[in-house]
C-alpha cells in the first residue's frame, strides 16, 4: 500500500495555453500558415465541434463535443438540452469564458441549426453550425 501524501496547493501555478497554432483549411483538407489569438480560438471552436467526444483516443476525455448522443431522440429534447452540450464541451477549454445568446431552428427533417456567442479572453464573436437529429 502507497502511504498518503500531503501537497501543498498554495505553490500551484496557473498556466495558460498559448494559441497560436497552425490554419486548419476544413474545406480543402489543408494546414496552413500559423494563426493566433481570436483566429486561433475560434478555430479551436469549431475543431471541437466537428469532433465527437470519445471517438478518437489521441483526444483526452474532455475533448469533443457529445451530439451523436442526440441522433434520433426527441426534438424537445434535443432542443433542451442542445445548448447544455455545446456550452459544457467549449467550456472545457481555459480561453473560453461563456456562451450566450443560443438559438436552434430546426432547417430540414433531419437537421437543425445553433447559433450563438462565444466570449473568450479575446473577445466575442457569433457561431454557426449544423447538427444532424436524425
Known amino acids: 500500500m502507497i ?3 500531503e501537497v501543498d496547493l498554495t505553490n500551484l501555478e496557473v498556466v495558460t495555453q498559448p494559441s497560436l497554432t497552425y490554419r486548419l ?4 483538407k489543408r ?3 500559423k494563426i493566433d489569438n481570436e483566429e486561433a480560438i475560434m478555430q479551436m471552436v469549431m475543431k471541437i465541434l466537428y469532433t465527437e467526444r470519445y471517438a478518437y483516443v489521441i483526444y ?3 475533448y469533443g463535443v457529445e451530439l451523436d448522443r442526440l441522433i434520433g431522440q426527441e426534438y424537445d429534447f434535443i432542443v433542451s438540452d442542445l445548448e447544455r ?3 459544457e464541451a467549449l467550456l472545457a477549454d481555459d480561453r473560453i469564458i461563456s456562451i ?8 430540414g427533417i433531419d437537421r437543425m441549426t445553433a447559433s450563438f456567442t462565444v466570449n473568450s479572453v479575446i473577445g466575442s464573436t457569433n457561431i454557426s453550425t449544423e447538427v444532424k437529429i436524425v
Open 100 to 107: 450566450t445568446d443560443f438559438v436552434t431552428e430546426q432547417v
Open 31 to 33: 494546414i496552413g500558415s
Open 60 to 62: 483526452s476525455s474532455q
Open 85 to 87: 452540450t455545446i456550452t
Open 3 to 5: 502511504p498518503e501524501q
Open 25 to 28: 483549411d476544413f474545406e480543402r
